[in-house]
């Protein structure tokens, strides 16, 4: 009997092939094509294989037909004009899931091939993968005419001359940060910080069903080809307890999985694959698992590090980092390195609306447990001993014995940031700041340029602003002069995506190259907006109020002190202030509601801040209050 396959790869993307891997392999009974919308949602239905095969090159050419008003794609698939086609992509490998709970009739899981492909509206591309594919085409048209005409950028990476260039190579690299848990168990927000502040858990040994599913889960990963490098316990979590049953009982852990790097499209649509083989795993062994950015407040989130790099194979088989300079000791990066490197941070503020778009996201994003809020990157020390820095938005990783592994790697993502528009818009401001340096020829300048201090002008960065630090930004500065330093980071939806107006012309860097268009980031802010209002009314405001509703007077009389009386009086106030309108005065929620319905979005922007404030000062005195009962 043959074995499972799990990857098809782009060359057996032909009828012929096709036929022959389907008809040796009838465990695969359905296909399934893979559309990512601008929410970062991937499509996934159920087409019996048989279909599949009836017409295999049209279905390779046309895909099929469906109604994208469902789909995360606002003002483009509308409910008049709703057509959606869903075309598959040829170029990059396609995966088997398998469903280990339906087996066929010689027992084995029942598979789906689910295929890459791009969301197609009035003929024009309008998916995730599509706005990076345009992405790095733009990029690689502009690169190779900057090289072409600057032979001193040549030289600065090691290339004689342009003619040896055979092709242009991205890289990226993602991870996952998650929380598994028992169904049901409710957090312990204080054993859970203590244990994070004792660092309890941090690359601790696995054990029982955690250490089953985690070891499961990176061998399933091999199987798909995506080179699982590590996984280990994070810093998050308490230890588990064992039930009479001999059972591991309230597990809570946090776990990190990396896996090797790949092609820019390739690397993202990896990371949707692992995302869900993961969750497919730790559920089958009872366990909850999340994906979100902050799933619990006052303990670390999980973050998603991307990490992306470009390179250059010449005609004679070496391949030449862009980012490196051709004397690893000369200079911590090259001419290219440094444009790019600032092209992100220069146009960071519409760059971050793709990077986090939740209120999850901004969950995490606060100073503290390593965030990175501040626009502003680190270089290292010194240019003779690489290091990193964990308190910046980004950083430059080098090895000074590798030339090949300097790359940039971006802290700010989340697990369920849309890691195709994190890319495309990176890439983006990339090659913004590399074409503004491109008559530059000495590294010296573009090293004082991002070296620069608040108040002196630069070149391409703007005068008011440092893009530079080394120390630790949340221990070396105050929040006054990180806000002054580094720019006044958004701290909710609302204020990341407007962005997009008050930086118009950072906004027309990502409309080059026909990469995003002005429908396509319309439809994007329709899309957070909505799901920010709706989080909002329908999520937080009303886990808010059940936290409320939980603070219950607990001293009685006889035993209570003065300091009960007051505590609990000072809780009552607060909850009156969260929830309770009187005739002259209404709740701070009913006031965020109020404004979202009158689409005063300013207003409920910092009323959401004010009360997210308001409740944390309520959980943190209902604790102090809960010490002092018998």
């Known amino acids: 009997m043959n074995q499972l396959i799990y990857v098809i790869k782009p060359e057996d993307h032909t009828e012929e092939r096709l036929k022959g891997i389907l008809e040796k392999h009838r465990e695969i009974k359905f296909v399934s094509l893979m559309g990512v919308d601008l929410g970062g949602n991937a499509t996934d239905e159920k087409i019996p294989i048989s279909l599949f095969l009836k017409d295999i090159d049209g279905f390779l050419k046309s895909g099929v037909q469906t109604d994208g008003s469902s789909v995360v794609l606002p003002g483009i698939a509308t409910l008049n004009n709703a057509k959606v086609d869903i075309v598959p992509d040829l170029d990059v490998n396609w995966f088997i899931d398998y469903n280990y709970e339906l087996m066929d009739e010689n027992h084995r899981p029942c598979g789906t091939l689910r295929i890459p492909s791009f969301l197609v509206h009035n003929g024009q591309r309008v998916d995730s993968r599509s706005i990076l594919y345009r992405a790095l085409d733009n990029f690689e048209k502009n690169i190779l005419q900057v090289l072409k005409n600057n032979p001193k950028i040549l030289e600065n990476i090691g290339i004689d001359k342009f003619e040896d260039i055979e092709k242009l190579n991205f890289t990226a690299a993602t991870e996952l940060e998650f929380w598994v848990k028992t169904p049901e168990d409710k957090e312990d927000e204080e054993k859970l910080s203590t244990s994070q502040t004792l660092k309890e858990q941090y690359w601790k040994r696995t054990q029982g069903t955690v250490r089953t599913a985690l070891e499961e889960s990176m061998l399933l990963l091999e199987k798909y080809g995506l080179g699982p490098e590590m996984g280990h316990k994070e810093v998050g979590g308490v230890n588990s307890t ?30 949707i694959l692992a995302r869900e083989m993961i969750g497919d795993v730790f559920r089958s062994y009872g366990l909850e698992v999340t994906f979100a950015a902050k799933p619990i407040e006052g303990v670390a989130g ?9 390179s250059v194979t010449l005609k004679d088989g070496s391949i030449k ?28 503020e519409v760059i971050s609306p793709f990077v986090t778009s939740t209120n999850d996201g901004f969950n995490r994003l606060k100073p503290g447990f390593e965030a990175p809020v501040c626009t502003v990157a680190s270089l290292g020390h010194n240019v003779e001993t690489p290091s990193r820095n964990r308190s910046i938005l980004i950083g430059l990783i080098r090895d000074m014995e590798n030339p090949l592994a300097t790359r940039f790697e971006l802290r700010a993502p989340n697990p369920l940031s ?13 090659i913004d700041g590399i074409i503004a340096f491109k008559d530059v020829t000495d590294p010296k300048v573009l090293y004082k340029e991002i070296s620069k201090k608040s108040g002196e ?50 906004t027309a860097m990502l409309l080059k190259g026909g990469v995003f268009s002005e429908e396509l980031i319309k439809s994007f802010k329709l899309a957070i907006i909505k799901q920010w209002k709706e989080e909002l009314l329908h999520r937080i405001i009303p886990a808010y109020i059940e ?61 959401q801040l004010q009360l997210a404030c308001v409740i944390k000062e309520l959980k943190e005195l209902y604790i102090c209050y809960k010490r002092n009962i018998f």
Not at 302 to 310: A, D, F, K, V, Y
Not at 323 to 335: C, E
């Open 242 to 271: 064992i039930g009479i049953d001999g059972k591991q009982k309230h597990v809570m852990e946090q776990l990190e999985i990396d896996w090797k790097y790949s092609t820019a499209v390739q690397a993202a649509d990896n990371e």
């Open 302 to 310: 999980s973050g998603e590090h991307t990490h992306m790099g470009i």
């Open 321 to 348: 980092n862009l980012f490196a300079p051709k004397n690893l000791s000369d200079d911590y990066m090259s001419i290219i390195g440094y444009g790019a490197l600032m092209g992100i941070l220069h146009n960071y």
């Open 418 to 430: 849309n890691t195709y528009l994190v890319l495309a818009s990176c890439y983006q401001g990339m």
């Open 457 to 506: 002008p630069g070149l391409y960065l703007e005068r008011e602003r440092q893009y530079r630090a080394e120390d630790n930004i949340f221990e070396d500065y105050t929040e006054e002069e990180r806000n002054k330093l580094f720019g006044k980071p958004p701290a909710t939806v609302w204020e990341n995506v407007k962005g997009f107006t008050l930086y118009k012309d950072k």
């Open 547 to 607: 936290i409320v509703r939980e603070c219950k007077q607990l001293h009685e009389i006889e035993t209570s002190s003065d300091l009960d009386v007051v505590r609990w009086k000072k809780i009552c106030d607060i909850k009156y202030t969260i929830m309770k309108d009187s005739m002259d005065k209404k709740s701070l929620t009913t006031r965020i509601r109020e404004a979202l319905l009158n689409k005063d979005y300013d207003l409920a922007s910092d009323l």
